[in-house]
Nanobody, 115 residues
Framework: QVQLVESGGGSVQAGGSLRLSCIVS????????MAWYRQDPGKQREQIAH???????TYGDSVKGRFRISRNDAGNTVYLQMNDLKPQDTGVYYC?????????WGQGTPVTVSS
């Protein structure tokens, strides 16, 4: 079993920065991937950043060059550094952790970017 707690969301003006955190507890030794998703109102959740066990990262086209996913050495916290935020980055951000045969989600943290 894995539990996730996200934090760091909030309101910011365009061009600003935020750093999201997701603390993972439970069977962290089984984690094989960590990712951040964004859900816009009325739309499906979309993966925006992913980090594998090897540390390889991938990003959605809309955030490339502006967002950076990372994790701590213990492997129990994943971060999303968001720079040069734009109004279209507004949404609820969710952390997702994968283990063999299952995936777990955080409760979501809202981000609002005003122009």
């Amino acid at each position: 079993q894995v539990q996730l707690v996200e934090s760091g969301g909030g309101s910011v003006q365009a061009g600003g920065s935020l750093r999201l955190s997701c603390i993972v507890s439970g069977s962290i030794a089984s984690i094989n991937s960590m990712a951040w998703y964004r859900q816009d109102p009325g739309k499906q959740r979309e993966q925006i950043a992913h980090i594998s066990n090897s540390g390889a990262t991938t990003y959605g086209d809309s955030v490339k060059g502006r967002f950076r996913i990372s994790r701590n050495d213990a492997g129990n916290t994943v971060y999303l550094q968001m720079n040069d935020l734009k109004p279209q980055d507004t949404g609820v951000y969710y952390c997702k952790v994968g283990i063999p045969g299952a995936a777990y989600w955080g409760q979501g943290t809202p981000v609002t970017v005003s122009s």
